[in-house]
């Protein structure tokens, strides 16, 4: 896995997907908010591991998935384990970024 290869190409989509969002460090890796500084607009962020690359989705569980992509068990949270480039595509990176920044409520 080349994590600094994934984090830029995650960029580039994030930049092309949903400009609006914010991104700032924290939690050991990248947030995503649709005001910066704010913490009740946060839709997600990315973290790398060893493995891989996890972009998480602060409330996944209520997103369309119809292939069933999206991983976890938590109330709210879903997230993706990227390895590789391709992975962002194959697991749909963008299309739920693209609900997770459509604001709520």
């Known amino acids: 896995m080349d994590a600094a290869e994934i984090v830029d190409a ?16 924290m939690y050991g ?22 493995t891989h690359v996890s972009f998480e989705f602060s409330h996944g569980a209520g997103f369309a998935d119809p292939h069933g992509l ?6 709210a949270r879903r997230h993706v384990k990227l390895r590789d480039v391709a992975d962002i595509a194959g697991k749909d990176v963008a299309g739920f970024l693209a609900q997770a920044a459509v604001e709520k409520g």
Not at 29 to 50: C, D
Not at 70 to 75: A, C, D, N, V
């Open 10 to 25: 995650l960029e580039q989509m994030i930049a092309e997907v949903s400009p609006e969002l914010h991104g700032r460090g």
């Open 29 to 50: 890796g990248q947030v995503l908010e649709r005001e910066a500084g704010v913490a009740a607009t946060l839709v997600g962020g990315y973290f790398v591991y060893k």
């Open 70 to 75: 999206l991983e976890g068990k938590g109330k």
